[in-house]
């Protein structure tokens, strides 16, 4: 190897970033060793001085001399008349040294030398990498998208290290363009065929956590804990928080002023719908906390089976159930109780819109109801069947299946 190949050999080396001066000196070193023993069966008496920046490289022997035909190892002695012709003043018992070549080791050696070094210096890297993102679990990191594939999202970070986020860590509604910047929680951290593979989410309940952290100095200076986060990404979450301080509102602080903290924090989960209730041990409280916006009359627990049965004015049980059951649904993973929704007994006997149905009864038909006037259960109640087959176009089965399910409600 000439010394200009070396010098570029070292100058590649270099590009690795996360391997400091030091280790870098000693793989170099290390590797060398492994030359010289290859060769010389020891590296115990060679003294190797390399410069990276330079690219220099001095490889040295070092023997003793001893009297003609008195050599056992030829590795750490040379015979006096030898040493002589280097210079004349040598005598014997004196140490003598002489600087090695690399041609001397031959072009395959300095080849296979050449590639285990880019393989320990490799691995190296992997590791560090490994390490380095093995610590980040749990913290939000930023890139640019690389690649678009079907099944996940290649993103390279600030040095160049591959990031990936799955399809099933990406928001639904998240739409990627290669050369544009995202964010995402560090999920895990995993090493596939011997290279580092960093999983990252936009998904997790951790990264709305770390959004409240950075968005909300409160609960990053401890004086407002997040208890508990419940998510549908992209759609909707609900964050219940509590503060140790009396003085601090967690949910004023955690909203902001006019909604700007949250409103900041919606954005970057694609305009993800978020409920922050105050966290409590009344578990009566807490579950009607979560049903929020609806206004709850009553509650009916069972602890041991946790359960609760939920009772609502008939105007209050969509807004209980959520669109699609969503709000229900987290309100339930939130409190940890299976809730179940009744409409109050006590209101029964009045009249109730129809959109109450819409969990019972097809939003078409509820529709077509209305186009002849019936707003209301009792208003189609009080209709014969033949008259709504002949005002609307449904079928006699179904009105007489609607007409079943309002009568239940007055039942």
């Known amino acids: 190897m000439e010394h200009a190949a070396l010098i570029e050999s070292f100058a590649e080396f270099k590009e690795f970033k996360n391997i400091d001066r030091a280790t870098m000196m000693g793989i170099l070193e290390d590797v060398f060793r492994s030359m010289i023993i290859k060769k010389y069966g020891s590296d115990e008496n060679f003294d190797i001085i390399i410069n990276i920046d330079k690219g220099d490289l001095e490889v040295w022997r070092n023997r003793i001399i001893v ?9 750490k002695e040379i015979e006096y008349s030898a040493a002589i012709k280097v210079q004349p003043d040598f005598e014997v018992g004196e140490d003598f040294s002489e600087e090695v070549h690399l041609n001397d080791f031959g072009r395959r050696a300095v080849l296979a030398f050449r590639q285990n ?4 210096i490799s691995d190296l890297e ?7 993102y093995k610590t980040r679990i749990g913290e939000i990191v ?12 290649l993103i390279l970070d600030e040095d160049g290290n591959e990031l990936i986020i799955p399809k099933s860590e990406q928001i639904p509604s998240d739409f990627y363009k290669k050369g544009e910047t995202v964010r995402a929680v560090v999920l ?8 580092p593979q960093i999983i990252l989410s936009r998904t997790s309940p951790v990264f709305l956590e770390k959004l409240f952290e950075q968005e909300v100095p409160e609960i990053f200076d401890g004086l407002i804990t997040i208890k508990k986060i419940v998510r549908e990404p992209g759609i909707r979450a609900k964050v219940a928080v509590e503060s140790y301080d009396y003085r601090i509102e967690p949910v004023g602080a955690c909203v902001g002023v006019k909604g700007s903290r949250i409103h900041a924090i919606g954005r970057e989960l694609r305009n993800e719908n978020i409920d922050v209730i105050n966290f409590t041990t009344n578990n009566n409280l807490y579950i009607t906390r979560a049903l929020s916006p609806a206004k709850i009359t009553n509650i009916k627990l069972d602890e041991a089976a946790k359960r609760a049965e939920v009772y609502l004015k008939p105007d209050q049980v969509s807004l209980a159930i959520g669109k699609g059951g969503l709000n229900i649904k987290l309100a339930s993973r939130l409190t940890g109780f299976e809730i179940d929704v009744y409409r109050d007994s006590e209101v029964d006997m009045e009249d109730v819109d129809l959109d109450e149905f819409a969990d019972e009864i097809e939003g078409w038909i509820i529709d077509e109801l209305k186009s002849i006037g019936c707003d209301t259960a009792k208003s189609v109640l009080e209709l014969p069947v033949d008259d709504l087959v002949k ?5 006699e089965e179904t009105i007489k299946e609607v007409m079943k399910i309002l009568r239940a409600e007055f039942e």
């Open 67 to 75: 009297e003609d035909g008195s050599v056992e190892d030829p590795n």
């Open 117 to 120: 070094l880019v393989s320990r």
């Open 126 to 132: 992997k590791d560090s990498i490994y390490q380095k």
């Open 142 to 153: 930023g890139g640019e998208i690389y690649q678009v594939w079907k099944k996940e999202v």
């Open 188 to 195: 895990r951290v995993e090493m596939k065929n011997s290279n």
């Open 391 to 395: 005002r609307t176009d449904l079928e």
